[in-house]
RNA sequence: GGUCCCGUGGUCAAGCGGUUAAGACACCGCCCUUUCACGGCGGUAACAGGAGUUCGAGUCUCCUCGGGAUCACCA
């Protein structure tokens, strides 16, 4: 049975990184019908952010991650909160200790540093010199019973060789001379995040190790451990991280690399999730488009990169656009009627501005500024009635706006389909080209060279009352 | 600096010894058109460099270069 977990930091939003992560151990154990577990590691008090935890748990949720164990809903290993776990690791230490795996050690972090900094000096990588393994049982006993404070820390071999295989990296094996003698058990009782990390997993039962690349160097360590306890060892999948660009990775302080900023700007999760996907991942064929389910049945690890990918919003919101053309007209009203109100809209015809904007629309923070002229009419100058290709111009426009408004007058119904036939009957009967005709109502109406829809669905939007006036206006102007 | 990892167009990314080196985003052009979009068609653009192995190398090996990670009583 795969077991596979994440296990985040409740440090604040959730970081893209993070996310995509979290999709793929999700996605993986799904693939193997195995479970997901969620497990908080709150052992760092100073970075502990309230209600970061609920953030997770929200975030996850909300994109369909669900997991089969947690802090919320229990399970056979718990507790899944690593700060509720605080008394379980000092005795695996002292196992190690039993086993000459592991030693107390005495040293003080000054005297540590001032070595570091002697190393540093001549010019070399400082390694802890195995000092305190060297003491004598009843002198560590003594030392013991003194109070004196001490830590617990990882005896490595001299000598050889440490590796394990990465599903994606395959076999990565270095010296053990190398490798430092990590501490395992603070001064303070608390497990360091390594240590933490091999016990937790182990005890969880979790088959499958998948985490960030940065722990690709420092495996090896763990394997010993696993070995030193006699443990079998987990699958391990190492995963890269996102790029901000080809040497940084996202991060916070791009201002960008939170989920939350993206749904803040208007993007859907279904679209920011579908996109952090593919990036590192492919599945094996042309598809683009996933929901979560589809992406449970098209995962597997072989479609991993295992080369770090650089975040292209450019492209997640080409995908955001599509994922908001796919939405129906009523899911899109719900969506853009926040930012409707923002610009001061209100209309009965959300059916029409749907469609005009649907298709215009690549992020929902866009349509206050394509919809503002819709509220107030801008000032505009009558130069925006001369357009070449629609043969128009301040002079065509006025006599355009004379036709126009004697025919809109007289229409019994304010109704798209009469004002569409009532324009282009008389640009048909004047003998002009449809621009010719449209161009000046629009601008009159609009008072912007840009518009999302056209002349009639303005029209429709702003109502008789409010047209009629607009194109008078602008008939004024032309005076 | 030691150790480990990575390296195909601007970006994502197929490719697993024989291909005209896919596809997508972006960009450019054309078409459609009532502005702008949408949509349709087309185009520019890549194997980091060098040796080897092989009949044949983006694919295997080595070196160089470039980048990243890691070397904490932080997670």
Redesign the pocket.
Known sequence: MVRTRFAP?PTGYMHLGNLRSALYTFLFARANNGKFILRI?D??RE?YVEGAVDVIYRTLKSIGMDWDEGPDIGGDYGPYVQSERKDLYLPYAKELVKKKKAYYCF???EE?QQR?DEAAARGE???YDKHCLHLSEEEVQARLDAGM?Y?IRQNVPEHGEASFDDVL?GH?A?DCS?L?DM?LI???G?P???FANVIDDHTMGITHVMRG??Y???TPKYNLLYDAFGWEKPVYIHMTPIMRD??H?LSKRDGDAYFEDYINKGYLKEAIVNYVA???W?P?D?R?FFTIDELIKAFSV??M??????F?V??LT?MNAEYI?RLTPEQFTEYALPYYEKAGVKTDHTDVLARILQ??TEVFTQIPEMVDFLAALPDYDVELFTNK??KTNPEVAAKVLDMAIAALEALPDWEEQQI?DTLLNLAAANEMK??TM??PV?IAMAGK????????EIAVLLGRDESLRRLKAGREKLN
């Open positions: 930091s590691e052992t760092d970075r040293c003080t972090e540590l570091r990588t400082f390694k404070p830590v990296y990565i270095v190398d430092d501490i603070k001064a303070d608390m360091t995040y390594n690349n940065e690709l160097s420092s080809a040497t990775k593919l990036l590192g492919n094996g042309e683009e072989e479609g990169s295992k080369s770090p990918a650089i292209d450019n492209k080409w053309r298709p215009r290709k629609s569409h449809n621009g449209l161009w629009r060279q840009v518009t999302p829809g056209g002349a009639i």
